[in-house]
């Protein structure tokens, strides 16, 4: 079982940054298993935001926040950020952090049905 406990929520204007944090219970976390950053609004689904393989290299990010966020891990404090610049109202929601509980060879980071694990999540707002 992985515990994901995230941080770094809060109300900031457009334009201005947040960075969020997700620490992971488990040490086992291997570098074949994937981590993201899912945002959800109240009667909206859930939409991958950014992704990463655990060992590092590859990420993933949605469309709306490419240039703008951008995901990052310490395999030593088994941590998961995501720096958030040029915030814009439509970034407000509630954001999650998620891993994968095997591989995610094949799967798509960004599919919120290819994570097991799921963090409590920690609310972004951001005003216009």
């Known amino acids: 079982q992985v515990q994901l406990v995230e941080s770094g929520g809060g109300s900031v204007q457009a334009g201005g940054s947040l960075r969020l944090s997700c620490a992971a219970s488990t040490r086992y976390i291997y570098s074949s298993n994937c981590m993201g950053w899912f945002r959800q609004d109240p009667g909206k689904e859930r939409e991958g935001v950014a992704a990463i393989y655990f060992g590092g290299g590859s990420t993933y990010y949605a469309d709306s926040v490419k240039g703008r966020f951008t995901i990052s891990q310490d395999n030593e404090k088994n941590t998961l950020y995501l720096q958030m610049n040029s915030l814009r109202p439509e970034d407000t929601a509630m954001y999650y952090c998620?891993?994968?509980?095997?591989?995610?060879?094949?799967?798509?980071?960004?599919?919120?049905?290819?994570?097991?694990?799921w963090g409590k999540g920690t609310l972004v707002t951001i005003s216009s």
């Open positions: 998620a891993v994968t509980a095997a591989a995610c060879g094949g799967l798509d980071p960004l599919d919120y049905n290819a994570m097991d694990y």
